[in-house]
């Protein structure tokens, strides 16, 4: 299995951006909607934001409406997550993942790639 490749992720204060990058190549890329998670120290992964196989459409958690948007290049393989406005409760692993079409929360494989490091500080 070929799993998503995620970078970006970095150290920057309370209210800076980072640009997150993920491509994934182990399925059809442009066939299936995908996912960002992420897991903070000694916490459950969570939901972030998904976006659909042909970008028309997105979804994200309550906490980070208004602040993230994501987005994806097909002919790149590649889905993006511009975080703004940061928040140190928002330090975590960033992953990104395909999911069903049916549920944009349910991801389609066990596996997950490294993840990208976020750190806020305060």
């Known amino acids: 299995q070929v799993l998503p490749v995620e970078s970006g992720g970095g150290s920057v204060q309370a209210g800076g951006s980072l640009r997150l990058s993920c491509v994934a190549s182990g399925r059809t890329f442009m066939a299936y909607p995908m996912a960002w998670f992420r897991q903070a120290p000694g916490k459950e992964r969570e939901f972030v934001a998904a976006?659909?196989?042909?970008?028309?459409?997105?979804e994200y958690v309550d906490s980070v409406k208004g602040r993230f948007t994501v987005s994806r290049d097909n002919a790149k393989n590649t889905v993006y997550l511009q975080t703004d406005n940061l928040k140190p409760e928002e330090t975590a692993v960033y992953y990104c993942?395909?999911?069903?079409?049916?549920?944009?929360?349910?991801?389609?494989?066990?596996?997950w790639g490294q993840g990208t490091q976020v750190t806020v500080s305060s």
């Open positions: 993942t395909f999911v069903s079409r049916r549920d944009y929360r349910s991801p389609l494989d066990s596996n």
């Open positions: 976006i659909s196989w042909n970008g028309d459409s997105a």
